[in-house]
T-cell receptor, first 116, second 114 residues
Framework: GAGVSQSPSNKVTEKGKDVELRCDPI?????LYWYRQSLGQGLEFLIY????????KSGLPSDRFSAERTGGSVSTLTIQRTQQEDSAVYLC??????????????FGPGTRLLVL | GENVEQHPSTLSVQEGDSAVIKCTYS??????FPWYKQELGKRPQLIID?????GEKKDQRIAVTLNKTAKHFSLHITETQPEDSAVYFC?????????????FGSGTRLSIRP
């Protein structure tokens, strides 16, 4: 079946502009994560959605970052007034988190963001 | 909350030798421990996982061990090959229906010398 998809695959923007990154999780997956990965670095947790629970936003680096998950499926990560240090690959992952299921995270291909 | 420490941050081994990557976790309620491999320019992918009711799991050249008492788990790669060169991430989480998130280690960059 279809895996996690993200769009756009690449985004170049000017400093100060807003950007929206989209994630389509695997159908039926209740958990969705956003991570940021700078070049050669690890996975920086940003935000976590699980079913109808309030999202865990503890990883968002500033109030310029926000995310939504509409209808328990598609998620959008928004970065307002982008800064050069926001340049990174933004990865989305989804997992089932249902009783009896294997809790594997499936990652999307990422969106490579470059802020000039 | 949960904290996962991973060592070493970089590891270089001769082709054919074994590689070992170690992780520790802080929350004794964690019961699921996956390992992900990320090749250059690609997304992380699950290579093996272990649950807390098992002490060891093997899949061909890859094995993972878990010591619940000491709260640490390790990835072992035997007979390393050039295609094993990648960044490896360990992770821990607390269970199927928990609302808690999965926590990743900081990663280990493994290089296989020809």
């Amino acid at each position: 079946g279809a895996g996690v998809s993200q769009s756009p695959s690449n985004k170049v923007t000017e400093k100060g502009k807003d950007v929206e990154l989209r994630c389509d999780p695997i159908s039926g997956h209740t958990a969705l994560y956003w991570y940021r990965q700078s070049l050669g670095q690890g996975l920086e947790f940003l935000i976590y959605f699980q079913g109808n629970s309030a999202p865990d936003k503890s990883g968002l680096p500033s109030d310029r970052f926000s995310a939504e998950r509409t209808g328990g499926s598609v998620s959008t990560l928004t970065i307002q007034r982008t800064q050069q240090e926001d340049s990174a690959v933004y990865l989305c992952a989804s997992s089932s988190r249902l009783e009896g299921s294997q809790e594997t995270q499936y990652f999307g291909p990422g969106t490579r963001l470059l802020v000039l | 909350g949960e904290n996962v420490e991973q060592h070493p941050s970089t590891l270089s081994v001769q082709e054919g030798d074994s590689a070992v990557i170690k992780c520790t976790y802080s929350d004794s309620a964690s019961n699921y421990f996956p390992w992900y491999k990320q090749e250059l320019g690609k997304r992380p992918q699950l290579i093996i996982d272990i649950r807390s009711n098992v002490g060891e799991k093997k899949d061909q050249r890859i094995a993972v061990t878990l010591n619940k008492t000491a709260k640490h788990f390790s990835l072992h790669i035997t007979e390393t090959q050039p295609e094993d060169s990648a960044v490896y991430f360990c992770a821990a989480s607390k269970g199927y229906s928990s609302a808690s998130k999965i926590i990743f280690g900081s990663g280990t960059r493994l290089s296989i010398r020809p």
